[in-house]
């Protein structure tokens, strides 16, 4: 059975937590201003600085600090390499290998990193997932997760920006796909580029449930979490996780584990249908500009903007108010996330003006 973990320095092991002591004592009138401090004061300095590998050697610090570190509810885990026990052997499977193909070019951080043969290194390893390191800490309220590099990977010159917040399932999506200055249409492949513009968007979609797979087991043992973000340190992509998605999540215990253990018993198929969340059938509102001039001199190529959000979606008007209410839905979506900052956030800005054309994607 295919399966992925995220592995964490053997630094933040708990297990060899100490209290530092000093061959020399304080004399007996020595005055430490920093003891007055009240906990709460701590606590909130301790959350502030969010790191859990500094937050781990803050343990050895004194007593004092040992005992309040694992009060830290605000918490950043950097990943330093996401392993994944998948076999290429797929690779062969009838009508599957042009997708197994194209899927291999969109996780690289699962499919890139080979776990070697089970030994007992396998089981010194797993001591440090993001799970144990958290059993660590009681009250995990607030949890960013940064993996060590981006999942896609894109043709020369294209790049993509994507942000989707989870419940159970996908809840929604904003996707900015774009080429460097250089690239025209005709390099964006068939059909004026629509085809590479969906690839684009199944490639990010894709990019995000398998995010969401991979914290499935953070989400069940942090019982106060009430925040989850997954991102990484190339800033190509985001997935958000409120305290109204963790609650649904959990909410469909029953319906998850069902699901999950369907996915396990398809030991016939590919490994990405295995390793991720299904992402429910979905409409990709797409806006598209050829040459898109922004206000620090760069120009973007074929620039694209998709919002995606599940079929289920529907408005209680029909017609040409219907879709002035998607567009509403669309503006108020990317204005209420924040979705990207800088140029990116112009782009966004310029392009959800501009004319949409609607696609539906069936459930994959």
């Given at each position: 059975?295919?399966?992925?973990?995220?592995?964490?320095?053997?630094?933040?092991?708990?297990?060899s937590?100490?209290?530092?002591?000093?061959?020399?004592?304080?004399p007996?009138n020595?005055f430490?201003?920093f003891?007055?401090?009240?906990?709460?004061?701590?606590l909130?300095?301790l959350?502030?600085?969010?790191?859990i590998?500094?937050l781990?050697r803050?343990r050895?610090v004194?007593?004092?600090?040992?005992s309040?570190?694992?009060?830290?509810?605000?918490?950043?885990l950097?990943?330093?390499?996401?392993?994944?026990?998948l076999d290429?052997?797929?690779?062969?499977?009838?009508?599957a290998?042009?997708?197994?193909g194209f899927?291999?070019?969109?996780v690289?951080?699962?499919q890139?990193?080979?776990?070697?043969?089970?030994?007992?290194?396998?089981?010194?390893?797993?001591?440090?997932?993001p799970?144990m390191?958290?059993?660590?800490?009681?009250?995990?309220?607030?949890l960013?997760?940064?993996?060590?590099t981006?999942?896609?990977?894109l043709?020369?010159?294209?790049?993509?920006k994507?942000?989707?917040e989870f419940g159970?399932?996908?809840?929604?999506?904003?996707i900015l796909?774009?080429?460097?200055?250089?690239?025209?249409?005709?390099d964006?492949?068939g059909?004026?580029?629509l085809?590479?513009r969906?690839v684009?968007?199944i490639s990010?979609?894709?990019a995000?449930?398998a995010?969401?797979?991979?914290?499935?087991?953070?989400?069940?043992?942090n019982v106060?979490?009430?925040?989850?973000?997954?991102?990484?340190r190339?800033?190509?992509?985001?997935?958000?996780?409120?305290?109204?998605?963790?609650k649904?999540?959990r909410?469909?215990?029953?319906?998850n584990?069902?699901e999950?253990?369907g996915q396990?018993?398809?030991?016939?198929?590919?490994?990405?249908?295995?390793?991720?969340?299904?992402?429910?059938?979905?409409?990709?509102?797409?806006r598209h500009?050829?040459?898109?001039?922004?206000?620090?001199?760069v120009?973007?190529?074929g620039?694209?903007?998709?919002?995606v959000?599940?079929?289920?979606?529907?408005?209680?008007?029909?017609g040409e108010?219907?879709a002035h209410?998607?567009?509403?839905?669309?503006?108020?979506?990317?204005?209420?996330?924040?979705?990207f900052?800088?140029?990116y956030?112009?782009?966004?800005a310029k392009l959800?003006k501009?004319?949409?054309?609607l696609?539906e994607?069936?459930?994959f």
């Amino acid at each position: 059975m295919a399966s992925s973990m995220l592995a964490v320095d053997p630094a933040l092991s708990f297990r060899s937590t100490t209290t530092l002591s000093f061959t020399q004592s304080p004399p007996e009138n020595a005055f430490d201003g920093f003891d007055l401090l009240p906990d709460p004061i701590i606590l909130t300095i301790l959350n502030n600085i969010s790191d859990i590998k500094t937050l781990i050697r803050c343990r050895t610090v004194s007593r004092r600090f040992n005992s309040l570190v694992p009060q830290s509810d605000s918490l950043l885990l950097r990943v330093d390499r996401v392993i994944s026990s998948l076999d290429s052997d797929d690779e062969g499977d009838g009508d599957a290998s042009s997708v197994i193909g194209f899927i291999k070019s969109i996780v690289k951080s699962i499919q890139d990193l080979i776990s070697p043969p089970r030994s007992s290194s396998d089981s010194h390893q797993s001591q440090y997932s993001p799970e144990m390191i958290l059993r660590g800490f009681e009250r995990v309220r607030d949890l960013e997760i940064e993996l060590p590099t981006g999942d896609l990977w894109l043709e020369k010159r294209a790049a993509i920006k994507w942000k989707a917040e989870f419940g159970k399932t996908l809840r929604s999506c904003v996707i900015l796909g774009f080429r460097c200055s250089g690239v025209g249409e005709s390099d964006l492949g068939g059909g004026g580029g629509l085809k590479t513009r969906v690839v684009w968007t199944i490639s990010a979609l894709i990019a995000a449930s398998a995010r969401h797979y991979m914290v499935k087991e953070i989400v069940k043992e942090n019982v106060h979490l009430t925040k989850l973000t997954v991102n990484d340190r190339e800033d190509e992509g985001s997935v958000i996780m409120n305290e109204s998605g963790i609650k649904e999540y959990r909410e469909d215990k029953v319906e998850n584990q069902d699901e999950e253990e369907g996915q396990n018993g398809n030991l016939n198929g590919v490994w990405w249908r295995s390793n991720r969340t299904r992402v429910p059938a979905v409409w990709m509102r797409m806006r598209h500009e050829a040459k898109l001039e922004l206000s620090n001199g760069v120009t973007m190529e074929g620039a694209t903007l998709v919002v995606v959000r599940p079929t289920g979606y529907s408005t209680s008007v029909s017609g040409e108010e219907e879709a002035h209410e998607e567009q509403r839905w669309d503006e108020g979506l990317v204005a209420a996330g924040g979705v990207f900052d800088g140029v990116y956030g112009e782009a966004v800005a310029k392009l959800i003006k501009r004319r949409s054309y609607l696609l539906e994607i069936n459930s994959f």
